[in-house]
């Protein structure tokens, strides 16, 4: 059975186009997992075939995901006590994580200058982009945003009301700090 898996383990990583971002062997062997896993859990009530490639393609996209993701930590694993060039100098990596907290005056001076900006645009600004803009400062979801607006979903005409909000926003934001500087 061993050669047909790997058969079709490499026609899978050819098919996903993997071949610059995961080894064929990481891939094999996750691939063999799925179908131990699978073949483990099957119950009978279904087709194998469909659960089992259901099940590899969840994979590959998490194996994928987690191999992206792997690639940007890479500035996290130098070891403190190596030295590390940083803008033409060596230096202890050590020396590079900062020394001090961000103090609770800076936190509360930032969420003033936030409130101000907010104000501001609240003002001048259409009063349902004014409205979204602050709902969004809040955290809600989109389908709240959207139930907000009289829609049961986030609509096509929601998200186009968020991304004009966002738009005009971001408009008098790059004024108004034009103007700061």
């Known amino acids: 059975m061993y050669p047909k898996v790997r058969r079709e383990a490499i026609r ?6 993997l071949k610059n971002k995961i080894s064929l062997e990481d891939f094999e062997s996750h691939f063999l997992e799925c179908v131990y896993v699978e073949a483990d859990a099957y119950k009978g009530n279904e087709p194998y075939l469909r659960c089992w490639r259901a099940k590899v393609k969840d994979k590959v996209v ?3 995901r987690h191999h ?3 690639s940007r930590w890479g500035y996290a694993e130098v070891p403190l006590d190596k030295s590390v ?3 033409g100098t060596v230096t202890q990596a050590g020396n590079l994580i900062p020394d001090h907290q961000t103090a609770f005056e800076d936190d509360v001076v930032f969420e003033t200058d936030i409130k101000k900006l907010l104000a501001g645009y609240q003002a001048t600004a259409n009063e349902r982009y004014a ?3 602050e709902m969004v400062n809040q955290g809600r979801t989109n389908r ?5 607006f009289g829609a049961d979903e986030y609509t096509p005409a929601v998200r ?3 991304q ?4 005009d926003f971001r408009k008098y934001y790059d004024k108004h700090f034009a103007q700061a500087c």
């Open 85 to 87: 060039e940083a803008s």
């Open 12 to 17: 899978q990583f050819n098919k996903y186009g």
């Open 131 to 133: 409205k979204v803009i």
């Open 144 to 148: 709240e945003i959207a139930r907000e």
């Open 62 to 64: 998490d194996l994928l």
């Open 160 to 162: 186009k009301l968020v």
């Open 68 to 70: 992206q993701a792997k």
């Open 164 to 167: 004009r909000a966002k738009q």
